[in-house]
């Protein structure tokens, strides 16, 4: 079954970076896109970045864009957030999750948690 | 891209059913069939409960159906149960390669 795992939350002062995983398995990871999804404590998801199946593309929210890079490893079924000079309003629950092929995020994992304070 | 709007919360008794919308606009909602709605739980992942405008993934009930009108998505809670009791959001893509989330609706049952 699909099984998305992430790892490498924590906290961070701002300015600082951090880099999350994301450990896939259980479907065809050199086959489709992959997403990252955040939600601060209490509020609502909002969409980070999407890579390509072939890593050839990457998209990013406005919130994000400059600041974070995605990146995957098909040789190790992972996907990588790097982001750097976190800010406060960065503080969330990072989700993983697969793209269907269709613009849909339709497996996710448990998220890790990011908390940036000085 | 702003947030697609939804209700803030909908209630319902057991057996009842409950509709939540999600208004977005001609750049995404309007204009893609690839909205999408997802259930979470506290505590836990979202959960999708519908791709594609309106279709349900393999095991989630018949009782959760959606559809789309102009820039208005729905979703439709038949014969609630206790366990619906959760957070739905709407989703979609929003042209340029972005995506974009609703407000987020806590279902009470």
């Known amino acids: 079954q699909v099984q998305l795992v992430e790892s490498g939350g924590g906290v961070v002062q701002p300015g600082e970076s951090l880099r999350l995983s994301c450990a896939a398995s259980?479907?065809?990871?050199?086959?489709?896109?992959m997403h990252w999804v955040r939600q601060a404590p209490g509020k609502g998801l909002e969409w980070v970045a999407v890579?390509?199946?072939?890593?050839?593309?990457?998209y990013y929210a406005e919130s994000v864009e400059g600041r974070f890079s995605i990146s995957r490893d098909n040789s190790k079924n992972m996907v990588y957030l790097q982001m750097s000079d976190l800010r406060v309003d960065d503080s969330a629950i990072y989700y993983c999750?697969?793209?269907?092929?269709?613009?849909?995020?339709?497996?996710w994992g448990q998220g890790a948690l990011v908390t940036v304070s000085s | 891209q702003s947030a697609l709007t939804q209700p803030p919360s909908a209630s319902g008794s057991p057996g009842q059913s409950v509709t939540i919308s999600c208004t977005g606009s001609?750049?995404?909602?309007?204009?893609?069939?690839?909205v999408s709605w997802f259930q979470q739980h506290p505590g836990k992942a979202p959960k999708l409960i519908i791709s594609?405008?309106?279709e349900g993934p393999s095991g989630v009930p018949d009782r959760f159906s959606a559809s789309k009108s102009g820039n208005t998505a729905s979703l439709t809670v038949s014969g609630l149960q206790p366990e619906d009791e959760a957070l739905y959001f709407c989703?979609?893509?929003?042209?340029?390669?972005?995506?974009?989330f609703g407000t987020g609706t806590r279902v009470i049952v």
């Open positions: 999750a697969r793209d269907s092929g269709r613009w849909c995020p339709d497996y």
């Open positions: 259980g479907f065809s990871f050199n086959a489709l896109g």
């Open positions: 890579i390509w199946y072939d890593g050839s593309k990457r």
């Open positions: 001609r750049n995404d909602v309007g204009t893609y069939n690839y």
């Open positions: 594609d405008v309106t």
């Open positions: 989703s979609s893509y929003a042209g340029t390669n972005k995506y974009v």
